[in-house]
């Protein structure tokens, strides 16, 4: 085999996955199991158990390197990870020297959000723009930018935290530490607060959906607040960054139909003339493969 390989993780509370994919984006080989209650030196086991069994079901390949989709807000140039959430453990741990060390490969970091959207702008969604914006909405909200045909990550990979753009201000309290923030109206977490602020007895967001999909109409009315909200901030950065395209991925993007038409209204409403109608907004396409496949793209670019 000549073409290159990588190896690929995207990291999450919940679930871990490590792909081994080529350079012209074929999946060799995957293996995924569970984040769980583990210190971080046995997450860094289990990612490493776990690339082990992709590099033998891929077979007689070459590994140039290993990306890594993480879900931090901060990544310094050595690989020291800043707050992480979902997987608090980890902060402060170098990923770099964890994992290249277990694998004996070069270990290329980057956020999640940030990932998912360049896998999409590679094989899925974006793929042919220039210019790209990603939204992921799950327990929390995350964002990158494609600007130029490059993912840019801004200083230590901070870049494209959409989710604590302010759009109310002195509005709910966020986990950053202030208040307003996107994530607190278009999250998982808030549709469900939401949903129990209006009696609903639901525990998650897909629950919210089906109620407005059966035609509940408080459960109509917390989607079309959250594609409002949603609009609101995405016209922010439409007229910051002038995309050619807004993709929106994660497990809210499940419930498009009760939110696409107030989100594209809000955006429209919210954004410069014209500018609101010309940007397209779509779903994502890759599903749970966007992350890993960003980390491995990310990864062959910067080799
Ligand atoms: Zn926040």
């Known amino acids: 085999m000549t073409e290159r390989a990588a190896l690929a993780l995207d990291l999450g509370g919940t679930n871990v996955r490590v792909v081994a994919v080529t350079e ?33 079901e891929a077979g007689d390949v070459e590994f140039a390197a290993f990306g890594a989709a993480i879900p931090t807000t901060e990544l310094d140039d050595g690989g020291v990870l800043g707050s992480l959430p979902n997987i608090p453990q980890l902060a402060g741990t170098n990923i770099k020297e964890e994992l290249g060390r277990r694998l004996n490969l070069e270990v290329v970091p980057v956020n999640d959000a940030s990932a998912a959207t360049l896998g999409e702008y590679w094989l899925g969604a974006s793929k042919g723009t220039r210019n790209v914006v990603g939204i992921t909405l799950g327990t929390g909200v995350g964002g990158g930018l494609i600007v130029d045909s490059r993912l840019y990550v801004g200083v230590a990979g901070g870049a494209g935290e959409i989710g604590h753009i302010t759009i109310v201000s002195g509005g709910e309290a966020c986990g950053c530490g202030r208040r307003g923030c996107l994530e607190q109206y278009c999250s998982a977490t808030a549709i469900v607060r939401q949903a129990k602020e209006r009696g609903l007895q639901v525990t998650t967001s897909e629950a919210v959906f089906d109620l407005a999909e059966a035609g509940d109409p408080e459960a109509k009315a917390i989607f079309a607040q959250m594609g409002s909200s949603l609009g609101f901030g995405l016209a922010i950065i439409n007229n910051l960054l002038s995309p050619d395209i807004f993709v929106v991925g994660g497990g809210v993007a499940n ?49």
Request: charged share 25%; with cysteine.
């Open 24 to 56: 012209s984006g074929d999946i060799l080989a995957r293996q995924h199991s569970s984040t769980g209650r583990r210190t971080s030196g046995e997450v860094y086991d289990e990612i490493a158990r776990l690339a082990k069994a992709c590099r033998e």
């Open 255 to 303: 419930g498009w139909a009760q939110f696409f038409e107030p989100v594209t209204a809000a955006l429209i409403e919210n954004s410069l003339p014209d500018r609101g109608s010309r940007v397209k907004i779509v779903r994502a396409l890759l599903g749970d493969d966007a992350g890993v496949l960003g980390a491995a793209k990310y990864t062959f670019q910067q080799l």
